[in-house]
């Protein structure tokens, strides 16, 4: 960083401390969790192919490998609602619900079928109006009725926006032809503003937002996203869904942005450049010097030794930066993080291998991660939670090197259609699991 740069740094930062200091004191009381430490979630009904998948290990005399698919498939996970009409879902989101509650257990339901889902990659679809997406979110709200639930609203809802430009000005590159550009992004926001109050509206539901993740976008601009969406009348937001970002990343990740949407709405409302953010990580502890985190090693905080090569782990210049604009003044934003498939990180592709590596989608060699618990010692994380389906395929994977159904080279095969059981991957999730399956 030049000096140029070091004394803008230090001077907007004296600009900072100065408004903070000679503003009204503003401390927040800590918020609680939306979930009870003793919170025991569901296990819905496995996958068709995982059993298919048990019976064949233990046919060939597998009972190792067949024991840990059942080990897997009887962890609780969530349940994925992708499609229908108002009142077949309302039927389905009631039947998971009543089938929880009788195991004395809370459901963990994912609501997916936003327009423009996934802007048409491998889990595209989705209702196809503003209209259609309200009734079909009162039905999902309906088949909850009184009872507990948690639900994951909208996977990727605020990480591809249609149509959308970014608090840096730049257009996204989703820009479906269907789609009306002048109103999608703001369609977006209207329905997962819809969503959430129906949601809330019922006395015992938990609803969180697309926080993306570790790897995507920075602190600054997913905050402002959540903010647009409705974050402070859900109970949080959710990170690392379906991907494989390690959880402390996660937790680091999540507390900066629980900590960015304080600032901009409690200290200095709408600066959200000021927001430390996982791609610079400078801040008072390190001098400001700074670089990029570095998404294939576990991010922690420890007294800045001034060896540049510790920045791609060290998170303590991010905290001074908060601590520095904060102040007295304490997050309170909650979220919960998905740790299906992160126990060994994410999946580092050979260099130069590929056209495009595809790293998020059927990587090889991971494994599970944290079981789902809602004790997670951190006041700000409400729940470790097995969203995405482990063993569950996340598409076709080409990695580039040819349309649909061209062979995945990692694997020697065509992958399986998305949400389809891949029992390759999924048994080496279980083999690889960390912490180990009994």
């Known amino acids: 960083m030049t000096n140029q740069k070091k004394l803008a740094r230090l001077l907007l930062s004296a600009l900072v401390a100065a408004l903070v200091g000679s503003a009204p004191m503003l401390v927040s009381a800590m918020s609680q ?81 936003i327009p423009f889902r996934d802007c048409a990659q491998f889990s595209a ?24 639930a948690v639900v994951i609203l909208e996977p990727d809802g605020l990480g591809i926006i249609p149509w959308y430009t970014t608090i840096d000005s730049v257009q996204e590159w989703c820009q479906p032809e269907e789609a009306n550009p002048a109103t999608a992004a703001a369609d977006r926001f209207a329905m997962l503003n819809y969503a959430v109050d129906a949601l809330k509206s019922k006395p015992n539901v938990s609803v969180y937002l697309d926080g993306t993740h570790s790897a995507w976008l920075n602190v600054g601009d997913v905050s402002h996203r959540l903010l647009q969406a409705g974050v402070q009348d859900a109970d949080g937001f959710y990170l690392n869904v379906s991907n494989y970002q390690f959880t402390a990343n996660s937790v680091e990740y999540g507390t900066w942005i629980s900590k960015c949407i304080t600032y901009v709405t409690a200290v200095n409302p709408g600066d959200y450049g000021s927001c430390g953010n996982q791609y610079w990580n400078g801040g008072p502890a390190t001098n400001w010097t700074g670089d990029a985190m570095d998404r294939y090693q576990e991010w922690r905080e420890e007294p800045y030794s001034g060896d540049p090569a510790d920045l791609a782990w060290n998170t303590v210049g991010i905290n ?36 495009d590596s595809q790293d998020w989608c059927n990587p090889p060699d991971r494994g599970l991660g944290l ?3 809602a004790n997670t010692g951190n006041s700000l994380v409400d729940a470790y ?31 399986p259609g998305a949400g389809q059981w891949f029992p390759e991957m999924a048994l080496q999730l279980a083999q690889n699991a960390n912490p180990p399956l009994p």
């Open 33 to 113: 969790s939306a979930l009870d430490p003793g919170t025991q979630f569901y296990v819905p009904k496995p996958n068709q192919g995982a059993k298919e998948q048990i019976s064949d290990l233990t046919s060939r005399g597998n009972k190792d490998d067949a024991d840990l698919i059942r080990e897997m498939i009887g962890t609780p996970q969530a349940v994925w609602f992708t499609q229908g009409t108002p009142e077949s879902v309302q039927q389905d989101v009631k039947s998971t619900v009543k089938r929880a509650t009788g195991k004395k257990t809370i459901p963990v339901l994912v609501a997916y079928n």
């Open 371 to 373: 079981r789902p618990t």
């Open 125 to 148: 679809g989705g209702a196809t109006t503003v209209e259609e997406y309200k009734a079909w979110i009162d039905g999902f709200a309906a088949g909850i009725g009184n009872e507990k």
């Open 320 to 355: 001074s930066r908060y601590d520095l604009i904060l102040g007295s003044t304490q997050p309170t934003t909650h979220f919960v993080i998905d740790t299906s498939r992160n126990g060994l990180g994410p999946w580092q592709p050979p260099a130069g291998t590929y056209p």
């Open 385 to 415: 939670l097995w969203v995405k389906i482990p063993g569950e395929s996340d598409g076709e994977c080409t990695r580039g090197l040819g349309p649909t159904g061209t062979i995945d080279p990692e694997w020697g095969i065509v992958d």
